[in-house]
């Protein structure tokens, strides 16, 4: 076996036993009895906008098909995130983190996902990622999304080329963090037709990124002309496309 086959095969195995660690929501995240704490907590700090029975209100529901399209195929970590943040509304931020912890667990536990023997921990948020009790489901229309891709002029626009497969993001604009990562992030084999690129101007100038390998975050689109992404930022992270 040449030196060559056997690292590809090594790096390969690598990759499938760090994919086969991660865990989803169907598989047990928290307890019965944090959930419990939880839904205290939820009734003292987040009721008044979202509803005693999380359908919404002054908020946006947080159980249901909307919820979890909004926050499906992400890890745990990122809704944990925006809400230990971000709520409560009048004192974001102010509650302890395993306060925040137990309330997501009560969001998971409304949400139909199963209790299992651990409580929800914040080292762990990362692992887990958030799917419904349809289990893991294609990323929906619409959601923001980041690619790692080469920028290629098509005939009529531009396109990407030989995309990585789309992670979920709730922003508009990378973090740094974020396109450090895509400095080595590989590339795939997908192809995204790009709308309103010429709103990038003059920040990001397509013709001077040509075949470059690109950090790219927008709104995923499917229709009749194909996927598509209407780029709300772009951004060179390699001189080419050769990793």
């Not at 008044?48 to 159980?63: E, I, M, R, Y």
């Amino acid at each position: 076996m040449s030196l060559i086959l056997l690292i590809v095969l090594l790096t390969a195995s690598a990759v499938f036993a760090q994919e086969n660690t991660l865990r989803t929501t169907l598989d047990g995240v928290f307890t019965a009895a944090q959930a419990e704490q939880g839904s205290e907590a939820y009734a003292a700090n987040c009721s008044s906008c979202h509803a005693k029975d999380l359908t919404g209100q002054a908020g946006p529901p947080l159980k249901g098909d909307l919820f979890m399209d909004n926050w499906r195929e992400d890890s745990v970590k990122t809704l944990f995130g925006f809400i230990s943040t971000r709520m409560p509304q009048r004192g974001a931020g102010k509650l302890s983190q395993q306060t925040y912890l137990d309330i997501v667990a009560y969001i998971l536990s409304t949400n139909m996902l199963p209790a299992g023997a651990t409580d929800l921990r914040a080292e762990s948020l990362d692992d887990i990622r958030l799917v419904g009790t349809d289990g893991p489901q294609p990323i929906p229309k619409f959601s923001l999304i980041s690619l790692v891709r080469c920028l290629a002029k098509g005939e009529t626009e531009w396109k990407l080329q030989n995309a990585s497969d789309p992670v979920r993001t709730h922003e508009e604009k990378p973090r740094v963090q974020d396109t450090e990562a895509s400095m080595t992030r590989p590339l795939g084999k997908g192809e995204y037709r790009l709308v309103y690129i010429d709103d990038l101007r003059p920040a990001f100038d397509p013709e001077k990124h040509a075949g470059q390998k690109l950090h790219a975050q927008g709104y995923l689109l499917v229709n009749e002309k194909g996927i598509g992404l209407s780029v709300t930022w772009l951004e060179a992270v390699g001189p080419s496309c050769s990793n």
